[in-house]
């Protein structure tokens, strides 16, 4: 159960990143009208996962709640890693 609950945790970061993106959107205009739709439905899609994963390991489904949480977790983590890579490395981008 402590890996469903490691697994939530950075998807709530992931989370939190995409909150931030959308507030600061809509802060300087970039979220607007035209696109207040897809970023509704990508809002929602962050939500119904966090809220699934919680639900399913609140009923004891730990399985399903992990495999329902690694739809923002692996993207999350392949781009944290790739956020990390850059870093590190120092990339000449000419």
Do not use: C, E, K
Not at 40 to 46: D, E, K, M, R, T
Not at 68 to 91: E, N, S
């Amino acid at each position: 159960m402590g890996w469903v609950r490691a697994i939530f945790v950075f998807d709530a970061l992931v989370a939190l990143v995409v909150l931030y993106f959308f507030v600061i959107g809509l802060a300087d205009g970039s979220v607007s009208s035209f696109n207040m739709g897809l970023w509704l439905g990508i809002l929602a899609l962050v939500a119904a996962v966090l809220g699934g994963g919680w639900m399913l390991a609140a009923a004891g489904r730990p399985a399903f709640a992990a495999s329902v949480l690694m739809v923002l977790f692996i993207p999350g983590l392949l781009y944290a890693l790739f956020l990390l890579l850059v870093v590190l490395t120092q990339p000449n981008w000419h």
